[in-house]
């Protein structure tokens, strides 16, 4: 018995995803990981563990982040707290958990300058 052709999935993101290939200090309580970024929207990112242990980081828990502006070194980094979605692959998805709407705008403002995947 065949089965009968998977229709492709509906992107059912709100935010569009821009690759981003830079370095992203996570902070995890007392440690901090500098980890690749791959990619990047409003609504959050996916780093890579490059190798690291990241099981100590369950869904559910909110980090640090401090991403730099690999495009312009001289702005300051941007900090924001994100929340783990989930362990996918060789890496974490995270969701911002941000308050500060001056976040959010340093990050839209990121964003302009990328190119969509």
């Known amino acids: 018995m065949t089965k009968p ?53 369950k869904a559910g828990d909110i980090v640090g982040i401090m991403l730099f502006d690999a495009i312009d070194e001289g702005k300051p980094a941007l900090h924001a707290d994100a929340r783990v979605l989930r362990h996918q692959g060789a890496g974490v998805a995270l969701a911002w958990a941000w308050t500060d709407p001056d976040v959010a705008s340093k990050l839209a403002s990121l964003l302009e300058r990328l190119n969509p995947t």
Not at 26 to 54: C, K, M, Q, T, W
């Open 5 to 57: 052709p998977q229709r492709p999935k509906k992107e059912s993101r709100v935010h569009p995803r821009f690759e981003l290939f830079a370095s992203v200090e996570l902070r995890h309580g007392a440690e901090a990981l500098v980890l690749p970024a791959r990619n990047i929207s409003l609504g959050g990112l996916y780093l890579d563990a490059d190798g690291n242990d990241l099981s100590r980081i």
